[in-house]
């Protein structure tokens, strides 16, 4: 706990700063000199929580919003010392037939206190979601602002999902206008439009994932129905919001040519009214995080080769053919930093 004003909120994971009166969500990193996640050099928000289970998520750290812990075996040393604070038995220890010690981690008896983290002298401990103040994030993020202004790049709020903390998001981003901070917002969409509308002042960008437009796969395997993520975004339209979509392509959930026709179909009747469409190319770099989260043995692609850009290919030529500014892999920050209506 870093700032006296932030109290954690007893009944749940979230945290409310008592000077600013809303529920803050954990942040699990802020990571600076970003190229890939809009336009220009930003500084990129993690924000811990997301109401949508995408099996394939390449930030499972961000999916929970409660705390949790990296446990890396390979630096583990045996030592114990973890096992004499753990106040649950979680972490024990027992000895071989050669007197040898090893580490027993039972994840199921865990309840994130972190006590093991300080008792830890291998680093074989890590916290995932950090209590961080909205002047502390301000701060951080204000210290790039000299590359924003020569790159046109900004700050963008991701995750886990940003509007799962609405207040959090509205307040953090009319504190980056202020700054003159170009501010966007990566969203699967999923939330009340009133929610969405009144960040609308304040965000730059918008960039919505659409994972697929199968109704039924998207209820049962992302977890939420699809029409609302689609209504929000002909709202966004109607109200003139600049959108860039992101389109994940996973193996095996979306990349038949069935999907792509219901893509084009879809993003021809949006087409004016976008800046562009990034194809995301499945790749299975976030297989360890998953490891170190304990949840290696449910992630499902495990060993699934990353796709080839030639995949995708029809993808993107059917998409440019219905007018849109497409690119395989997202925006390469420098290279594009063409803007419409920024609002400051
Ligand atoms: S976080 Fe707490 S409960 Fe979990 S293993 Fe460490 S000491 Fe035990
Ligand atoms: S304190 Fe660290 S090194 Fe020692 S047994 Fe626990 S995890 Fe392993």
């Avoid at 990129?44 to 990296?70: A, D, M, S």
């Avoid at 995750?159 to 959090?168: D, I, K, R, S, V």
């Avoid at 021809?268 to 976030?286: E, M, Q, R, T």
């Avoid at 998953?290 to 993808?315: H, M, N, S």
Wanted: overall charge positive; charged content about 25%; proline content about 6%.
């Amino acid at each position: 706990m870093n700032d006296l004003t932030i109290q954690k909120i007893k009944s749940g994971p979230f945290y409310e700063s008592s000077k600013e009166q809303i529920r803050i969500p954990l942040i699990t990193e802020i990571q600076r000199y970003c190229l890939q996640d809009g336009p220009g050099i930003r500084t990129t928000v993690f924000i811990k929580g997301c109401p949508l289970k995408c099996p394939w998520c390449h930030n499972p750290e961000t999916q929970n919003p409660k705390r949790e812990l990296y446990f890396y075996p390979e630096k583990c040393t045996g030592c114990g010392r973890c096992a004499e604070v753990c106040p649950t038995n979680a972490s024990s220890i027992s000895l071989g037939p050669d007197k040898a010690s090893t580490l027993n981690f039972e994840r199921s008896k865990c309840i994130a206190c972190l006590k093991c983290v300080d008792a830890c002298l291998s680093q074989a401990r890590g916290i995932v979601g950090q209590v961080l103040s909205i002047d502390e994030i301000i701060q951080e993020a204000v210290a790039d602002k000299p590359f924003y202004e020569n790159s046109g790049g900004g700050v963008t709020l991701s995750g886990g999902e940003p509007l799962l903390f609405p207040e959090f998001t509205l307040e953090i981003s009319k504190r980056f206008k202020k700054e003159l901070i170009h501010v966007a917002i990566e969203t699967s969409c999923f939330a009340e439009w009133r929610k969405i509308k009144s960040l609308l002042p304040y965000i730059d960008l918008f960039i919505v994932d659409i994972k697929t437009l199968n109704p039924e796969k998207h209820k049962t395997v992302i977890g939420c129905p699809l029409d609302i993520i689609l209504k929000n975004i002909e709202k966004l339209i109607e109200n003139h919001a600049n959108i860039r979509i992101h389109l994940p392509i996973i193996p095996g959930f979306n990349n038949t040519e069935k999907d792509y026709e219901a893509y084009f179909k879809c993003l021809s009747k949006f087409s004016k009214n976008l800046l562009g469409v990034d194809i995301l190319p499945f790749h299975c770099y976030a297989q360890n995080k998953y490891i170190l989260l304990g949840r290696g043995d449910t992630y499902q692609f495990a060993g699934v080769e990353d796709l080839p850009q030639k995949e995708l290919l029809p993808l993107a030529r059917g998409l440019k053919q219905i007018g849109i500014d497409v690119t395989i892999g997202g925006l390469v920050g420098l290279g594009d930093i063409k803007r419409r209506n920024l609002s400051t």
